[in-house]
């Protein structure tokens, strides 16, 4: 399968823990990426493969995988965390193409 | 570090192509990376357009393929989009990307700022 689901929109209270998923059948075969998306900016990578975080990202963003899901989890969200989220893998029925999840849109109460 | 740089026309009329190119910089362009088109109409999410590696190999998305060509220039350390038969459904802003593929995860560590395209008459 070539689709990747996200929740449209997640809130959280400031401080508090907020996981985002992504499901998709290619998650059994591919890790997700995850992206962050702030308003008029490009996307930047958050989160890849198993739990890794590019130089620079707080480590209160991690990720997670079970079956056909993958999870961001922000612990301790911060004001600035307000964004879209994005995931990412590539198809698994060996057509080689990738596929992003629809986005989420994340509040910070 | 490596930067990438978009670079083409904003505006294109309803049934041309659309071009433009992806400058890399601080980098090879030859470096064991695929290199991606995302593009993101406004208001709406992130759509992979397709990918290209130095040796010229190429995957797109299928529900573009038929009008996209992505090619590389080694000597000019860039690689470039084009799309035809635009509809007004092709504006967007356009992202080129690096990815660092491996066996079990794809992921767009580099993004260029990206590029306002338009089309209309």
């Known amino acids: 399968s070539s689709e990747l689901t996200q929740d449209p929109a997640v809130s959280v209270a400031l401080g508090q823990t907020v996981r985002i998923t992504c499901q998709g059948d290619?998650?059994?075969?591919?890790?997700a990426s995850w992206y962050q998306q702030k308003p008029g900016q490009a996307p930047v990578l958050v989160i890849y493969?198993?739990?890794n975080r590019p130089s620079g990202i707080p480590d209160r963003f991690s990720g997670s995988s079970s079956g056909n899901t993958a999870s961001l989890t922000i612990t301790g969200a911060q004001a600035e965390d307000e964004a879209d989220y994005y995931c990412?893998?590539?198809?698994?029925?060996?057509?080689?193409?990738?596929?992003f999840g629809g986005g989420t849109k994340l509040t910070v109460l | 570090q490596v930067q990438l740089q978009e670079s083409g026309p904003g505006l294109v009329k309803p049934s041309g192509t659309l071009s433009l190119t992806c400058a890399v910089s601080?980098?090879?362009?030859?470096?064991?990376?695929?290199w991606s088109w995302v593009r993101q109409p406004p208001g709406k999410g992130l759509e992979w357009i397709g990918e290209?590696?130095?040796?010229?190999?190429?995957n797109y998305n299928p529900s573009l393929k038929s009008r996209v060509t992505i090619s590389v220039d080694k000597s000019k350390n860039q690689f470039s989009l084009k799309l035809s038969s635009v509809t007004a459904a092709d504006t967007a802003v356009y992202y080129c990307?690096?990815?660092?593929?491996?066996?079990?995860?794809?992921?767009?560590?580099?993004w260029g700022q990206g590029t306002m395209v338009t089309v209309s008459s």
């Open positions: 990307a690096r990815d660092s593929l491996t066996r079990d995860m794809t992921a767009f560590d580099i």
């Open positions: 601080g980098g090879s362009i030859s470096s064991s990376n695929w």
């Open positions: 290209i590696y130095h040796s010229g190999s190429t």
């Open positions: 290619s998650l059994r075969s591919y890790y």
């Open positions: 493969g198993k739990n």
């Open positions: 990412n893998s590539r198809d698994s029925s060996g057509n080689h193409y990738v596929v």
